[in-house]
């Protein structure tokens, strides 16, 4: 009796870690494939780096071009944060946007609009599409541009010092506000359609386009 009560423990205790062996590996198992799965589907959302070198190509750019397009937008992300979103544009946080020019061109635009060229004419410029807001780093609405499209998005953070221009395309008699550092507020707008191609950022923290 004591010889079979032996064995019959010894058989218990070897199959216990043999189970817990096979419970382990399969949770194990399970938790990377779902580490598996969640990284396919990170990278499969995620924008990836060729299909703006693709971008680039299709809008006329050289290999040499698309790199120095690409040196830009990474110098801004850098600076502003956010995340790129097409081969020239960074999407902020809280829905603003940001488009880079293209090399060769003073002004930034969509890369599947054409080449505008300043007509002198109270007109918003191409790129700053209806019920938006725009800001331009240079004069004559040229250079680096954040647009806000809607009034619930996050204020636009200027962060530029010298003279730019912007344009108020929102929706008819809109008004846009400018305030400094320290919260006051330092100009509003005339009503949409409204603009003004010459006029200093820095004094200039943030603008609230309605």
Known sequence: MRALLTRTR???????????AVLVASVVLAGTAAAVGQASADTSTAPRTGDFAAQARAAGLSPAQARVLQDSVDAQ?????????AANEITLPGGV?????????????????????????????????????????GEGFTGVVKRQKRCGDTPLSIGWSGNGSWSNNQSSGTRA???GSGGNLIYTTPGAYSEDRSGSWTPVFKVDAC
């Not at 010894?10 to 817990?20: D, I, K, S």
């Not at 992300?77 to 979103?85: F, K, M, P, R, V």
């Open 77 to 85: 992300l850098a600076l502003e944060g956010g995340t790129q979103t």
């Open 177 to 179: 506000r400018m305030y």
């Open 97 to 137: 946007d940001l488009l880079v020019p293209l090399p060769g061109e003073t002004r930034a635009r969509d890369l599947d609009a054409p080449a505008t060229r300043n007509t002198g004419t109270l007109a918003p410029p191409a790129d700053c599409g209806s019920y938006t807001f725009c800001a331009y780093s």
């Open 10 to 20: 010894t058989r218990a205790h070897t199959r216990v870690p043999r189970r817990a």
